[in-house]
């Protein structure tokens, strides 16, 4: 594994790990205020974050794009915002509430790009008759 589909797989770990400390905190203080935050650290951190390393590691010609690397930076920056800003908003800090509502459509935006990377990859080589190089998902 290389490139963006490294650097995807690596902020993944860091969600993993950052969200089952979340989960032992709460079940050890048995307060599940920051639910909310842990399950989005595992499903739209860790298991997503996943996805688009395996992604970029099946279709390298998706992975070599500049927009690759747009779509990582900004789906870490809006990720991160979006879930640290929730962690404190549910803590009780509500001024930070302009924080979490930019950065929740910002990752949605992102995953916007996210489409029109993933669909012109897996549609462009069969459309040209170029599909037969290896790096088309099947
Ligand atoms: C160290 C491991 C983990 C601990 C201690 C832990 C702990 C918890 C706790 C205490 C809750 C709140 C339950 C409630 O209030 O109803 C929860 C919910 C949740 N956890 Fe975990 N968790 C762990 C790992 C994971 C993993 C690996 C995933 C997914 C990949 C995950 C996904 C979720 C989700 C989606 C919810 C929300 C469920 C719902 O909507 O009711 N958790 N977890
Ligand atoms: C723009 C991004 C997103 C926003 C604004 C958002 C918002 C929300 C909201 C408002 C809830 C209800 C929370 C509650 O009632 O306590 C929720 C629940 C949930 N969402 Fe999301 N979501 C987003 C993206 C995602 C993604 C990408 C995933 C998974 C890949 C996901 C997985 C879940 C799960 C598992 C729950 C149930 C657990 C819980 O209640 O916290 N969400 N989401």
Known sequence: MQGVARQFFTL???YALAGMALG???SISQDHGQMPVHAHTMTA????SAVFAFF???LPSAAQSRLAQVHFWLSAASGIGLLVGLFFL???NAAIEPVVAISSIGFYAVFG???IIALR???APARAGAGRDGTVLR
């Not at 951190?45 to 997503?48: A, Y």
Request: hydrophobic share 80%; no cysteine; glycine share 10%.
């Open 12 to 14: 993944a770990v860091v």
């Open 24 to 26: 032992l905190a709460m």
């Open 45 to 48: 951190g860790w298991l997503m």
């Open 56 to 58: 970029y590691h099946l």
């Open 90 to 92: 549910l803590a009780g």
């Open 113 to 115: 790009l996210f489409a």
């Open 121 to 123: 990859a897996i549609w």
